[in-house]
């Protein structure tokens, strides 16, 4: 199985990544799947860390609002704290993204970094 490191759709995005196998997919999902366990829990982020990516975010988000978006109003850092490992409040939340021309998704990537976005 090899892995191919896929450029990124917009500079800023992280690379994409695909698997390669010539086994049957559900034998490449069982690799898969035990890669994953292997893989360390990610440490949660600091308080002052997750400061500086709210901070980023409200930026992002106000960034939107001049390209004349219209995103949601930020949530309050202390529930965006209490709410990072399940869903926090993010830029792009009350903006329908998923309407977006491949035009307007560069744009708002290029001019908004929006650093946590990509399309899928």
């Given at each position: 199985?090899?892995v191919e490191?896929?450029?990124?759709e917009?500079?800023?995005?992280a690379?994409?990544?695909?698997?390669?196998?010539?086994?049957p997919a559900s034998?490449s999902?069982?690799?898969?799947?035990?890669c994953?366990?292997?893989?360390?829990?990610?440490?949660?982020?600091?308080?002052e860390?997750?400061?500086?990516?709210?901070?980023?975010?409200v930026?992002e988000?106000?960034?939107?609002?001049?390209?004349?978006?219209?995103?949601d109003?930020?949530s309050s850092?202390e529930?965006?704290?209490?709410?990072?490992?399940?869903?926090?409040?993010?830029?792009?939340d009350?903006?329908?993204?998923?309407r977006?021309?491949?035009?307007?998704?560069r744009?708002?990537?290029?001019?908004?970094?929006?650093?946590?976005?990509?399309?899928?």
């Amino acid at each position: 199985m090899l892995v191919e490191v896929l450029p990124p759709e917009v500079p800023g995005d992280a690379p994409g990544y695909k698997l390669k196998s010539d086994l049957p997919a559900s034998e490449s999902a069982k690799f898969i799947t035990e890669c994953r366990k292997l893989a360390p829990d990610p440490p949660k982020p600091t308080v002052e860390q997750l400061r500086v990516i709210y901070d980023r975010w409200v930026a992002e988000r106000d960034c939107l609002q001049g390209l004349g978006y219209t995103p949601d109003q930020p949530s309050s850092f202390e529930k965006f704290v209490s709410d990072y490992q399940t869903g926090p409040w993010m830029p792009i939340d009350g903006v329908d993204t998923s309407r977006w021309t491949d035009a307007e998704y560069r744009r708002a990537k290029e001019e908004c970094t929006l650093e946590m976005f990509t399309r899928a």
